[in-house]
């Protein structure tokens, strides 16, 4: 069974009614009387939360099987890649976004509103380079076809991968795909290597793939967030309070009880139970209190790698401006809740 470090999970902290003329007064006031407790009150509007599949966010999914969101409006939408969650957050189909940070810079050139309010993790080792058989290194990628999701993520993290050997970008041939398509393009052989992430990080290397590069190497920099915008934080404060407590006791409940946890997610993922603990262990799920922490500065660890990650995505013309991203960290949530 695979070594599974609860530590690594952090800590659970914690009308107007328009009225005809009646011929009584007394009819009218009684009529009034009745006929509001007659009409139904309307159901609360959903509140959309769009993911792609990643067990960074399966949280959230282990706290809607576990009955956590019952009586919420929290509603789980569920995409293919990261950059179709963008999309349908722009276009208004979604209240609340899992995003990861530089995904959110490069929102905030169309929704400067956007606030980051929960850190869902932090991944140490689960985005990965992943070559076939032959290749040995990260040099050996010069000339190949390499997969890449058309995401500032997927262009990041190779192009963060290559500068540790010299390299950039315009060595490799890029080959864009969406993430849905990479283990079959991988296994078909028309991509030579693949820049990816659970659960095709799984599957590839149980079938071979050699590891070339991972997050581990870039400490701090992959950070995965749940965002809003301003007027949504303002306007529904309690079902986004219900979301991210709901998150906190399910990251509770996978600590304290992993193997049954995986046992509810991991078929999402289609993988097994062993295999999602042992994707777990690429991951850091900071708990309330480091949420806190991050989120109000107050260990600007965070902010110091977003301030970084502007600069290198500016560099290499993955951002069209410079953004500020110390307005974008929004720690009233998590503040509230552990009082």
């Known amino acids: 069974m695979t070594h599974f470090d609860s530590r690594r999970l952090g800590t659970w902290g914690r009308n107007h009614w328009s009225r005809r003329h009646f011929l009584g007064l007394g009819l009218a006031a009684a009529l009034l009387a009745i006929v509001p407790a007659c009409v139904p009150s309307s159901p609360p509007s959903p509140l959309r939360v769009g993911t792609n599949v990643w067990p960074g966010f399966e949280g959230f999914y282990l706290a809607r099987n576990l009955g956590y969101f019952e009586g919420t409006p929290v509603q789980m939408v569920e995409f293919g890649s990261s950059s179709e969650v963008l999309r349908a957050y722009r276009n208004g189909d979604l209240e609340v976004a899992a995003l990861t940070l530089d995904e959110t810079l490069l929102l905030t050139e169309t929704n400067p509103q956007t ?57 490799v041939q890029v080959v864009p795909l969406e993430v849905s398509e990479h283990e079959r393009a991988f296994q078909a052989g028309e991509i030579d290597a693949v820049v ?116 290198v995505m500016l560099d290499n013309q993955l951002l069209n401006q410079a953004v500020d991203p110390k307005p974008l960290l929004n720690d009233t949530l998590v503040q509230e809740l552990a009082k």
């Open 196 to 311: 990816t992430f659970d659960p095709v990080r799984s599957r590839l290397l149980a079938e071979g793939a050699t590891p070339l590069f991972d997050s581990r190497q870039i400490p701090g920099e992959i950070v995965d967030v749940i965002v809003t915008d301003q007027s949504t934080l303002d306007s529904r404060r309690v079902d986004l309070a219900d979301l991210v407590t709901g998150w906190f006791r399910a990251i509770d409940y996978l600590k304290a009880n992993p193997q049954d946890a995986a046992t509810r997610v991991a078929p999402r993922q289609n993988i097994t139970p062993e295999q999602f603990l042992e994707s777990l262990e690429g991951l850091l799920i900071p708990g309330i209190e480091e949420n806190q922490r991050l989120l109000s500065q107050q260990d600007p660890a965070l902010l110091t790698g977003a301030q970084q990650l502007v600069e």
């Open 115 to 171: 606030q980051i309010f929960l850190i869902a993790d932090i991944s140490d080792g689960g985005d990965v380079i992943l070559g076939k058989p032959g290749i040995a290194s990260l040099s050996g990628l010069q000339g190949q076809r390499v997969g890449v999701e058309a995401t500032a993520l997927g262009a990041y993290v190779l192009t963060r991968a290559l500068q540790t050997v010299n390299l950039t970008p315009e060595a």
